[in-house]
């Protein structure tokens, strides 16, 4: 599996079992009131709500809530005041680790990503620490089931996308951050289901863990940040093998 997007393939599995819809579903919602507070209600004005939409209809989260979050946003009403806040730090073996989240109570979040980082054995650190690790990318999933790799390829590069990479089955498309709700738009247009739609954070290098204590409590860490209803995102230069990550997860 990938390096550098082992943990959007992992998370995007995870959101598929309906166990975990409802948590996926939260996270975007918090995602559209906040885009729609700030840019405004209408998607072709608002390329973030725009963006948060696509998120959301991935998910395959019902019209009805797309648009009640939206008036809810725009509307500026109770709810609507969450801040967008990144945690950086280190996790165990010293991988770095950026956390994105977005939250009503800013000393509740930081409490409790700082104890979950405790608890696996890293630590959080100061602004900046780990950020400079990441480049920021668009992140475009589809399901691999009946599509020819060459043809998703060239859909994809038509599309506007940066690249595209197979990993377990899956579609990886990444673009300029600038051009992910376009290219999302054109493989809509083209035919194509989009299982995830995403601004995500690509470590520049990785770290190769093969330690099975250090991997299973790195994967613990961002399993708990995850988890978390306040954290939107967990990006880390983590480097698990496949074989090492299977057995971990079991």
């Known amino acids: 599996m990938s390096g550098h997007n082992k943990w959007s393939t992992i998370k995007h599995k995870k959101a598929r079992q309906d166990s975990l819809r409802s948590k996926a579903w939260t996270k975007v919602v918090r995602e559209m009131i906040v885009a729609a507070r700030d840019g405004g209600g209408d998607i072709e004005f608002n390329p973030g709500l725009r963006l948060a939409v696509q998120k959301a209809k991935a998910l395959n989260m019902p019209k009805d809530n797309i648009e009640r979050a939206i008036k809810r946003g725009a509307g500026g009403g109770e709810g609507t005041n969450f801040d967008e806040v990144f945690y950086e730090g280190y996790g165990p073996g010293g991988v770095a680790v950026l956390v994105k989240a977005l939250t009503d109570n800013?000393?509740?979040?930081?409490?409790?990503?700082?104890?979950?980082?405790?608890?696996?054995?890293?630590?959080v650190g100061e602004a900046g620490c780990v950020a400079w690790q990441f480049e920021t990318k668009g992140l475009i999933t589809i399901a691999g089931e009946g599509r020819e790799e060459d043809e998703v390829m060239m859909a994809a590069i038509e599309a506007g996308a940066e690249d595209v990479e197979v990993d377990d089955n899956t579609f990886q498309i990444t673009t300029a951050p600038t051009d992910l709700a376009e290219v999302?738009?054109?493989?809509?247009?083209?035919?194509?289901?989009?299982?995830?739609?995403?601004?995500?954070?690509?470590?520049?290098?990785?770290?190769?863990v093969e330690d099975a204590k250090v991997a299973g409590q790195t994967m613990k860490l961002w399993q708990v940040l995850e988890d978390n209803d306040d954290v939107q995102n967990v990006y880390t230069n983590a480097d698990i093998d496949d074989a090492l990550l299977a057995e971990i997860m079991g």
């Open 106 to 123: 800013k000393n509740r979040t930081v409490a409790e990503v700082r104890l979950a980082f405790s608890k696996a054995g890293g630590a």
């Open 184 to 208: 999302a738009k054109n493989l809509e247009a083209a035919g194509y289901a989009l299982d995830s739609v995403e601004l995500t954070k690509i470590a520049q290098n990785t770290i190769k």
